[in-house]
């Protein structure tokens, strides 16, 4: 995996970029469930495993986009974080239900750019494929926050890209 990870109460964090923004460091992850008795596995495959288990138990082989999709947004929660100048845990400043957290920038005016990958669509289970499991297409979409950390706006790139798991 190309992300870094660490566990809440709650929540497995994985993540993806970081950036320094107005004397502070925000962190740019997504959240996944820890499972009710799970392991401690920061795995690709633990992001999955309450979804991989629902599959498995019930047969689920031939599941279609339909159902799916909607499994797999509910799993991922795109979370914008921030870490308090003394140190210490960082704390959650923004979140997107059904995303995952992407890159960070500062743009020529001063604003803070957080890309999100938002869940999209043709998700699918492919349990006989070595490389990925589950498989689909995410929507990126940029917020925009200005110095006060207010969201000045929220827009659809027009690009997506490869979700593969």
Partial sequence: SDSFTYSGDDFHYHLRDMTEYNGRVY???YATPKESGGDSDNSIYSELSGIMD???DNRLFDISSEELTPMIR???TAVLLVCPPGGGAPETFYEVKGSLGAELAV???GELLWDTERISSNFFFSPA???FSIGGTCRVFCYTFDEDGAL???EDTGQTVD???
Avoid: K
């Fill in 163 to 165: 979700f593969r798991r």
């Fill in 27 to 29: 962190l740019s992850a």
């Fill in 129 to 131: 494929t070595s490389s």
């Fill in 54 to 56: 629902h599959l498995f």
């Fill in 107 to 109: 743009n020529e005016e």
């Fill in 74 to 76: 509910e799993n991922y």
């Fill in 152 to 154: 000045v706006r929220q």
